[in-house]
């Protein structure tokens, strides 16, 4: 019996594996491997508070692409939403907890199915250290030095932790003091002292982490630098459909000429009085097929100059969520400030902050009791502490794109390439991993399509 195995089981190993067995007409094994943690639910819905919510609304949730009300119906028949009003809960922002119990649900459902087609399912609770391939298979070995033979793997190994800032004293990268895991309960526990806490980042994972740190009652006041300082936005969508940019968009258009457009068409909303959401919103199903488009050097300028403004229009916060944010600001318990950290300096549990202050353009210090690194997931294999991901580059199984967001692979068949840029035959990736290729290979509307295109390719190839 050929074997599947899947390394990471967040959304994409999940439902590749659940896609798999749902399509398999031939006997095959799957394999799953993943800690217990955050089996079934990966880092974003294994969250260590309620509070943590979904960035995107319910009725868009869904975990298969053609069942679009699938987490909304299961929601509906939970206990404590049962008789709510179905277009409030489709429109509301949940807990990020309740849909790790939905994929979990789906698995189960998915166990019952798995049964009756005899198809034997291996979970492995441990963490892959490497991988080798060759034509006969893909052979890994876990942390606890068991070796397994695949026929083919799957790596959905999503979103790494954040890298460390590049400061001169790396020593401080070692202190108690020092949280470089955002999405761990410990990184807002036990703060011993009314000295300020620092989060390095000023993003979702930034609000999740001062929602975090005031429900466990921190008082102390919080400050969080990054390099623009921009407001996270809240959304604010009045159900406007906004098609007119889109139709002005063609073949090959450069981003310059992008960009020209997209400002031409928010201020033409803005006159209006109208949020410039829906403008953002229409361009969403585009992105892949844009950045695809987009020459190296139009890539590069993007991430340079474009991306942390993109990133503003697109991870909104709910409105609640957003005046909490702005009321901590008025009361000063929340600083937002703009810059880079010079250095960290750190004696007798005192932490000396360096930073530029981009506003000022000096520069300041400011004494902190705790650093929380809230930069977001980092992409550069080559950074990455150890990882069976770093070997496979160092060994040539793998590549990196030219801008190390991701991963090379054919975006059609899921194949990841080799150094010399050819495709394995039985090494997949998908998710995170494909965001040098697509950059928009994220979200669960991106990771449900790629989930099932994946598990049909490998079945039929
Ligand atoms: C905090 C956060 C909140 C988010 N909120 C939303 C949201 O509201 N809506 C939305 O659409 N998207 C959201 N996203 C985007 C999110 O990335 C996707 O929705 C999705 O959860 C990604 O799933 P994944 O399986 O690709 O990655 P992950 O969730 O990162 O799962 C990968 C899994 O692989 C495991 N793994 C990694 N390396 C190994 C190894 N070597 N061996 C074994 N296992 C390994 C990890 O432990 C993890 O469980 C959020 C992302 C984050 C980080």
Redesign the pocket.
């Known amino acids: 019996m050929k074997k599947i195995g899947i ?9 590749t594996a659940v896609q798999l067995i749902n399509k398999l007409t031939k006997p095959y094994e799957i394999i799953l ?3 217990k ?3 079934n ?7 260590y508070s309620e509070k ?5 609304i319910a009725g ?2 869904s975990a298969y692409p053609d069942k679009p009300d699938h987490f909304l119906d299961w929601v509906m028949q939970e206990k404590a939403f049962l008789g709510k009003d179905k277009v409030l809960l489709a429109n509301s ?1 949940l807990p ?1 907890k309740i ?1 790790g119990a939905y994929l979990c649900a789906i698995w189960e459902e998915t166990m019952k199915v798995a049964k009756s087609k005899n198809v034997p399912i291996n979970i492995i609770n ?4 490497d991988l080798d391939v060759n034509d006969d298979g893909v052979s890994i070995k ?2 606890n030095k068991l070796n397994i033979a695949l026929d083919y793997c799957i790596i ?5 932790i954040p890298r460390n800032p590049n400061i001169k004293n790396q020593a401080f990268f070692q202190s108690p003091n020092y949280f470089q895991n955002p ?1 761990k309960i410990a990184s807002v526990q036990d703060i011993k002292s009314d000295l300020p806490v620092l989060i390095i980042g000023n993003g ?2 930034m609000v ?1 982490t001062v929602l975090g740190l005031l429900e466990h009652d921190v008082q102390n006041e919080i400050y969080s630098i990054s390099p623009n300082g921009f407001n996270i936005l809240p959304h604010r969508h009045n159900g406007m459909k906004y098609t007119k940019l889109v139709e002005e968009i063609y073949e090959d258009m450069s981003m310059l000429e992008i960009v020209k457009l997209v400002n031409k068409h928010i201020k033409s909303v803005r006159e209006y009085g109208v949020s410039a959401e829906p403008i953002i919103d229409s361009l969403r199903p585009l992105t892949q097929k844009i950045w695809k488009s987009f020459s190296e050097k139009d890539r590069d300028k993007f991430m340079k100059k474009l991306r942390h403004l993109w990133g503003v229009a697109r991870h909104r916060i709910p409105l609640h969520t957003h005046d909490k944010m702005q009321q901590l600001r008025i009361e000063r318990r929340l600083h937002i400030k703009s810059g880079h950290i010079v250095d960290i300096m750190e004696s007798n549990g005192l932490i000396e902050v360096h930073y530029f202050d981009k506003r000022t353009q000096e520069g300041k210090v400011v004494e902190v009791s705790r650093v929380i690194n809230c930069t977001g ?1 980092e992409t550069d294999l080559r950074n990455l502490d150890q ?3 770093k070997n496979c580059l160092t060994k040539g199984i793998l590549m990196q794109d030219k801008l190390k967001l991701g991963i090379r692979a054919d975006t059609e068949t899921f194949q990841i390439l080799n150094s010399q840029g050819k495709p394995h035959h039985n090494l997949y990736t ?4 494909l965001k040098g290729e697509l950059w928009e290979s ?6 449900r399509a790629q989930a099932e295109k994946l598990a049909e390719f490998l079945l039929n190839d």
Do not use: C
């Not at 390394?7 to 439902?15: N, Q």
């Open positions: 390394i990471g089981s967040g959304f994409s190993g999940t439902m491997i993943n800690e943690e955050t089996l639910k990966g880092i974003a819905y294994s969250p943590h919510l979904l960035n995107v868009k949730m922002f990020r849909y441990d963490m892959v250290v876990l942390d959905a190994t999503g979103n790494q999405w979702l994972t999740d997931p990882s069976f991901l998908l998710g995170a991993n994220t979200a669960v509307n991106e990771l």
